[in-house]
């Protein structure tokens, strides 16, 4: 029960043949309507891949027939004949659904610069579109993954209509996206410019708060495609409260999948000017090298926290901030507080509060340690 | 042959009984004269070590007597108490030489958040200052050590004048300045005015191109001290150059120590618009974990170079750009271009070349992998 929980949706996932290893690595979701509204984000990575070019195109009329995506490949500066691949996979969708290939988006993920084989695409899209059933969503979260451990899905329930996704991303997670591909569905029925205000929202409290390693990638996307077949047309509020409940579900599995992370830190910072102050003295800490590595190695060196956020432009007078480590306050007003040996940064989940004292906005980054694990299959992933 | 290099300086090193190990942990350096001219240049950082708040105010006259530097602790989040400390060692300094306290510098480095013993200090000082000999740059140089395996030193000949100095840093590289303490010598007779040009215009495309781990530290300083003892004035131009030359050899040479790196990465960035797109260019793919982990691998992972470069805002075309690694163009206008694997990247020396084909301007930045060494030596450092 994933993206083909709300009505009006069927997906598949298979084996095409793009990874070697013969695991699924292609999927297929079609929005059978009676409704077929649609909306995206995408990286803010200028390097962009030949699906995100191309998917960027068909957003624009608001209107989702399907979306196929790959893992195996993620068909990025793989010039002209890379583009082709990307047009010729929505073309094969647009001719087995018999809908218009202006109306098919695309994604791809996997390891960049690498050709994809416009053939070997085709005849997965093919034979995907014959095996489409409202149960294929598990088997479609299964096919996007690549160096992710385990499927990552969700369903919200509504008043009569369903929020339903799946994600893949276990690296490359930095804002604005995060190397990831997600796909949500709704069967409540809404205009194309509806779900793109109550997306981009979505996103910017979840998705965008996610930052395991600071790399952004060159093939993020986040879709929502909404069927109507709930017959139902929830208030903006009630269907971005929903939509943002599957949002920050999906993020923090992403978080918990993060490659060889063994904390997942929630970096919550209070008391400043702004949101966007708030997010860049949280972000300085989820990008710190220094920091990522004492909490991997269990210890509450909350020097390294000031030392990160001194960097920011955000106005707060260092020699003012508290932070607090899984509930103990090592550090208060710029000056030690309790002993550091009282923190114990021993279970995965971890939280660390930097209070700035200047001012009533807040915001929490989402990120993970830098570990052994993290350099090794970072090192080893091309080969 | 060090900071003592250049007529007119004495300096001592010695072990106070700041370092638990008994390791010589408290360099003085002295300007004898007949002029005592300086400058310097202080980390950007907002959250400023003690040291750093006093040495900001005594070099504003652009007169300094002598320098005062501990490892075994940064003195930096410490409170009232830690400045205390911090005038008390320049006290300690300027009754042991007849000098102003006014006129002393004091530098510190090591873990974020200790307390530093102010007798332990003074006696330390007061007992250097019994010590300080012509040939004591040696001493000097080991006593600033923190996590640096080597000491690092130079001298630079000019026409009738030197100039010497003495690094340390191995972590916490980063722009602005790196987690480095410097102090650079000449017997040259410049004013201070004349020093601080000099001084910026080496650093900016020296210490300031070097990025290890993109962590900037609370407590860099790079004093450049002045005794005049040559006789000799050299014009600006000719003394930058050599002050220049000075800089990069301990860049390169702290570079080279950088904790856990087996490899010292040059990423020099060409054909940007403007020296500072060349810069912001080399920097996004010298903080990108992904491409450094690949590195670590001997993996030419070029793709993670054309993901990190679309994060910037520097006028390019990701789609025009081409790549090399150790002399293969392995991009070329954002395609596949020689095979990855005729790339050799066992050597430590590591070159990456990035042609812009955006302008003339260029830059290169020193950075160095990320190892398995690298995150156990920063999961460990305060325990």
Chains 1, 2 share one sequence.
Not at 21 to 47: E, K, M, W, Y
Not at 258 to 268: K, M, N, P, Q, T
């Amino acid at each position: 029960m994933t993206v083909t929980a709300p009505a009006g949706f069927e997906s598949a996932g298979i084996a095409a043949g793009i990874k070697r290893s013969g695991a699924l690595d292609l999927a297929l979701v079609v929005n059978r309507g009676p409704s077929q509204q649609a909306a995206a984000v995408f990286t803010s990575n200028r390097a962009k891949a030949n699906p995100i070019i191309w998917s960027q195109q068909v957003i624009v009329d608001g209107r989702v027939s399907a979306i196929v995506l790959n893992s195996g490949g993620a068909n990025c500066f793989t010039g002209p004949e890379g583009f082709q691949v990307t047009h010729r996979t929505a073309e094969a969708a647009a001719s087995a659904l018999g809908v218009s290939s202006a109306d098919v988006l695309v994604c791809s993920t996997g390891l960049i610069g690498d050709q994809l084989d416009g053939e070997v695409l085709e005849e997965g899209v093919l034979s995907a579109a014959t095996r489409l059933t409202t149960a294929g969503g598990d088997d479609a979260a299964r096919a996007i993954m690549t160096t992710d451990t385990r499927p990552k899905t969700v369903v919200i329930e509504g008043d009569g209509w369903r929020v339903g996704g799946m994600a893949k991303g276990a690296g490359m997670l930095a804002p604005g996206l995060a190397t990831m591909l997600v796909v949500l569905t709704t069967d409540a029925d809404l205009p194309a410019e509806v779900l793109d205000r109550a997306l981009r929202a979505a996103t910017r409290v979840t998705f965008d708060r996610l930052d395991s390693d600071g790399c952004m990638s060159t093939n993020d996307q986040v879709t929502l495609l909404a069927s109507g077949a709930a017959g139902i047309a929830p208030p903006l509020d009630v269907f971005t409260e929903a939509l943002t409940a599957a949002c920050r579900d999906l993020a923090l599995q992403l978080q918990a999948d993060a490659e060889g992370a063994s904390h997942d830190i929630a970096i919550e910072v209070r008391g400043a000017v702004t949101d966007d102050d708030a997010v860049e003295v949280g972000r300085s800490v989820a990008r710190n090298s220094l920091f990522k590595a004492a909490i991997f190695g269990n210890d509450p060196n909350w020097g390294r926290v000031l030392a990160a956020i001194g960097t920011t432009q955000a106005p707060f007078d260092p020699y003012l901030v508290d932070v607090s480590m899984n509930g103990v306050r090592v550090c208060h007003a710029g000056r030690p507080d309790a002993p550091r040996e009282l923190v114990d940064l021993t279970p995965r989940a971890t939280h660390v509060l930097i209070e700035l004292h200047a001012g009533e906005a807040s915001a929490t980054i989402f990120t993970n340690d830098l570990t052994h694990d993290y350099v090794h299959e970072n090192s080893a992933y091309a080969s």
